[in-house]
């Protein structure tokens, strides 16, 4: 593997641990003094510090990737221009279904209830930050696409055939989101995604669909979370006349 992959697999662990120094130290600075809840300021901090991060991380790993525009001349198979908006489309479709199934088979084959920690998570850092959305549909689509189609399933698929270059790179990726009750589902989405990358040939297929899924998924977890809060006040508006 290219040393520059390797600077580039470094930057991104950094970034996954960065907020265990990075958020006690805005603390510690001050920076949050005017929020009284505890609670509300490590979530703030936390937000904040994320989005800058993964900025710098952005910006890092797309200036190292880019001695490969101009060292790499473009596959002579690769997806056309109309073709890859086809497959990102369908690639969309296709993550959805694969994670419903995968969800399925956790529920009835594993007992795994249905609901994830850390979508939740992502959605309550977002209501306290909504800025944080551009963390979660733009720059961790690009990054994890990077480093888990590009460099880490590109090197193992030269060594190793497409199922257990698939099977691992996505495992690891699925590890990394840190939600262990559903590895299988990420798992899967990861599948999806290499998929997508080896059959139009562009990484930025797979960066496109991961975009838009990431996209609707919170859009539909905010929506729904909004219809709750308003549901709650209309039941204590009605509680407090009974």
């Given at each position: 593997m290219k040393i520059r992959y390797w600077w580039i697999l470094l930057t991104y662990v950094i970034l996954q641990f960065s907020s265990m120094l990075g958020v006690p130290l805005l603390i510690k600075l001050g920076v949050y003094d005017s929020i009284s809840n505890s609670k509300l300021m490590v979530s703030t901090a936390l937000t904040h510090w994320t989005i800058?991060?993964?900025?710098?991380?952005?910006?890092?790993?797309?200036?190292?990737?880019?001695?490969?525009?101009?060292?790499?001349?473009?596959?002579?198979?690769?997806?056309?221009?109309?073709?890859?908006?086809?497959?990102?489309?369908?690639?969309?479709?296709?993550?959805?279904?694969?994670?419903?199934?995968?969800?399925?088979?956790?529920?009835?084959?594993?007992?795994?209830?249905?609901?994830?920690?850390?979508?939740?998570?992502?959605?309550?850092?977002?209501?306290?930050?909504?800025?944080?959305?551009?963390?979660?549909?733009?720059?961790?689509?690009?990054?994890?696409?990077?480093?888990?189609?590009?460099?880490?399933?590109?090197?193992?698929?030269?060594?190793?055939?497409?199922?257990?270059?698939?099977?691992?790179?996505s495992f690891i990726f699925a590890i990394v989101h840190q939600d262990f009750a559903h590895l299988l589902v990420y798992?899967?989405?990861?599948?999806?995604?290499?998929?997508?990358?080896?059959?139009?040939?562009?990484?930025i297929v797979p960066i496109f669909a991961h975009m838009l899924m990431n996209a609707l998924v919170m859009l539909m977890q905010l929506s729904v979370t909004k219809l709750q809060e308003k549901f709650e006040q209309i039941q204590g508006f009605i509680g407090g006349f009974l």
């Open positions: 800058g991060a993964f900025i710098v991380a952005t910006i890092i790993i797309v200036t190292l990737l880019m001695r490969d525009l101009k060292e790499t001349p473009p596959h002579r198979n690769r997806a056309s221009t109309s073709e890859a908006l086809g497959w990102i489309l369908g690639g969309l479709f296709l993550a959805f279904f694969t994670q419903m199934i995968a969800a399925m088979i956790e529920v009835t084959v594993f007992g795994i209830q249905p609901g994830s920690e850390n979508t939740q998570m992502i959605v309550n850092l977002t209501k306290v930050t909504p800025l944080f959305i551009v963390v979660v549909a733009i720059l961790g689509p690009i990054l994890e696409e990077i480093v888990f189609r590009y460099v880490l399933f590109g090197a193992l698929r030269k060594k190793l055939n497409f199922l257990f270059s698939a099977l691992i790179s798992t899967s989405m990861g599948f999806v995604f290499a998929f997508l990358y080896v059959k139009t040939k562009r990484i």
